[in-house]
């Protein structure tokens, strides 16, 4: 009598331990580029420069200067904000999109294609590894930000809200980095992502409050991920308040940026 249901149920079993198996896999192979990726960051001195010592830079400037005017009653909490937001564009965008592309001239891309790892791997792989930089690099800016004479409060609310907003923006930006790097020529992919750190450095949102450009920007730079995650950065840091729209906006770029690297990302 129990002959009949015992054949369906074992394949479906199989099937799911296999799934399991399946996805712990998956979860190896990101786990050991994510561990490749953050070494290669930490020993090449050219982006030590550009993800460390530009946004040290910054905050020192901000605080230490009016050349650009900051919210609150002091300059500290909105200069941390901007120099974390150049840090995520600097890490997860430029030069996470001059290396792919240059690992695609190189054929290291291409010998990536041939393991199981793909590209949503080797994208979960930059994000772990991105994280893991961003994470020293938030200490290295908050013991700046103390040595410069802030001095922060306890509060669980903003360090969660700092934290969503930085892995969202991470994402983003990763995501984006994936598309322009794995698309055009190193070339290129060089002169736009430094083109565009710069632009957003200056006019994009990052270090300089939306309240301070001029003309229709202010609403333009306010959907792009640099305008969303620094402006939510700052208010969260100076009004305690979570910006729910720039969290929607670096959601959907993480997402539309995501889905359109997995279509049009050339491993060669």
Do not use: C, Y
């Not at 990726?37 to 901000?62: K, S, Y």
């Not at 890490?91 to 001059?98: D, E, G, M, N």
């Amino acid at each position: 009598m129990s002959t009949p249901s015992a054949p369906v149920r074992e394949p479906t079993n199989r099937r799911s331990r296999h799934g399991g198996s399946g996805r712990r896999l998956a979860a190896r192979r990101a786990l050991a580029q994510m561990r490749f990726e953050t070494a290669a960051v930490l020993r090449n001195g050219e982006q030590l420069l550009l993800t460390f010592v530009m946004p040290v830079i910054a905050l020192v400037l901000l605080v230490g200067t009016e050349v650009v005017a900051l919210p609150g009653e002091t300059r500290h909490p909105a200069a941390l904000a901007g120099a974390l937001a150049l840090a995520v564009a600097s890490t997860a965008f430029t030069s996470q999109a001059i290396a792919v592309a240059f690992d695609r001239r190189w054929g290291v891309m291409r010998m990536l294609a041939t393991t199981p790892l793909g590209p949503r791997g080797l994208l979960a792989g930059k994000l772990g590894a991105v994280l893991a930089v961003l994470a020293v690099q938030v200490l290295v800016l908050a013991l700046t930000a103390v040595v410069l004479g802030w001095r922060p409060g306890l509060d669980p609310g903003a360090v969660a809200g700092t934290a969503l907003l930085l892995a969202l923006g991470s994402a983003a930006f990763v995501a984006l980095a994936m598309l322009v790097g794995g698309t055009l020529r190193p070339e290129a992919v060089l002169a736009v992502a430094n083109l565009l750190w710069v632009l957003m450095a200056a006019g994009g949102g990052l270090l300089t409050p939306l309240g301070a450009l001029p003309g229709p920007l202010p609403a333009v730079v306010a959907v792009l991920p640099s305008g969303a995650l620094g402006e939510g950065l700052r208010t969260l840091a100076t009004a305690g308040t979570l910006d729910l729209g720039a969290v929607a906006v670096l959601g959907l770029w993480a997402v539309v940026g995501g889905t359109l690297a997995a279509r049009w990302f050339r491993w060669d």
